[in-house]
């Protein structure tokens, strides 16, 4: 069960994982998988997840479905020779992260997304009918509406608990007020 979740708004233009970095930092130490879609693949992250500015584990692991985009080792049409050590570390980590994604305990993890991170997108755009996509023009316009869908569905959910509904079954609360 997720405790915590970042919040950011990007416009369909931007690349996917450009804010994300500067969320790194604030992620609990409690935290022990980052789950993430294959669009933030990178070493830069996951290795920003995984090492701190010391080159200390965190203790946190980085889980996020290979992207075909990347393949390790191979050089770049434009590179000559051979990789230099740190190349092959990153791709050693790489492999790493890519072997426990794929193994049982790492596909389980993984499999939380789908029963977290992904209904309670589908479920606020049912909810607050956003879908299939935000009305609003401009981008500090649709930030400040899905801040505000966030606030209000953490309201519904302790109204619903208030009144003795436990499932999270709040859509009884926007029919009936």
Known sequence: RPRWCAFSAQPASASEYSSFPGKISHVPRSTRYVLADSGYDSNA????????????????????????????GRASPTRTGH??????????RRAKRTAFYNSPPGQRAYAQ????VEPLHERLKALFDLAPRVWHRGLNN????LLSVIFCYQLLLRLNHKHGRRNAQVQWILENV
Not at 142 to 145: D, E, G, Q
């Open 113 to 116: 997304r789908s029963r977290s």
């Open 83 to 92: 990789l230099s050590r740190a190349e092959r570390e990153a791709s050693a």
């Open 142 to 145: 649709n930030k400040t509406l």
């Open 45 to 72: 992250i996951a290795d920003a997840v995984e090492w701190d500015e010391r080159g200390r584990r965190t203790g946190k692991r980085f889980l996020c479905p290979p992207n075909g985009r990347y393949r390790p």
